[in-house]
């Protein structure tokens, strides 16, 4: 049982449909009462981690459209517009320019619009996003299109500079954090920039 004096721990990034047993894994979830975030790629696999998720109290199911895949998939925007209203959670969303990736940025970069101003106009979401190798373009991008009065983002697995930190903290962004990250020696100047003890409902 956790203790009213500690904070509960929360996995914000969470690829609960890539475990072999899905229902098992958000059982483990409700069990150890560990407050979790499934992200899907796709919107195709929203309504499954939906219903798994539906009769719990620590898990809840992000709709997301990967950027990764928008090469294959950018189709699938349609049916994420049509999801949205029915969940407050968004992604597993964002930019990825990495070299794999590189070829679909363009497209990335409009379907990642059409996501932003989908949320800025339902004013109630909390989304998490991808930044790979498009930190400055992805702020860029949510400070033109998701005021922090519109929708709250947490960063994930962000990469960016102490500034850059400090630039997102600005707009009003939270962060995933992983122990990967915080033993990363060559992030430890950009680490001391995450902000602490900021928590949202």
């Keep these: 049982m956790i203790s009213d004096k500690v904070r509960p721990l929360v996995d914000f990034h969470c690829h609960l449909d890539l475990y072999p047993d899905h229902a098992e894994a958000v059982a483990r979830c409700e069990r150890e009462g560990v407050f979790t975030l499934a992200v899907t790629t796709t919107p195709k696999a929203w309504p499954r981690n939906q219903e798994l998720a539906a009769a719990t109290r620590h898990v809840r199911a992000a709709l997301g459209l990967h950027p990764q895949l928008v090469a294959e998939r950018s189709h699938e925007i349609a049916l994420w517009k049509q999801l949205l209203p029915r969940t ?21 970069k409009e379907v990642f619009v059409e996501i932003l101003t989908s949320c800025a106009a339902a004013s109630d979401k909390i989304l998490t996003v991808h930044s790979v190798r498009a930190t400055k373009i992805v702020l860029d991008m949510m400070e033109k299109h998701l005021p922090p009065t519109r929708g709250r983002v947490v960063l994930h697995w962000f990469t960016g500079t102490a500034a850059e930190i400090r630039r997102a903290v600005d707009l009003g962004c939270y962060f995933s954090v992983n122990a990967e990250m915080l033993a990363n020696e060559k992030r430890t100047v950009a680490n001391r920039a995450f902000p602490l003890g900021v928590s949202f409902q």
């Excluded at 969303?93 to 940025?105: E, Q, R, W």
């Design 88 to 108: 407050r959670y968004v992604g597993e969303v964002g930019l990825d320019a990495g070299p794999k990736f590189y070829p679909s940025f363009e497209r990335q």
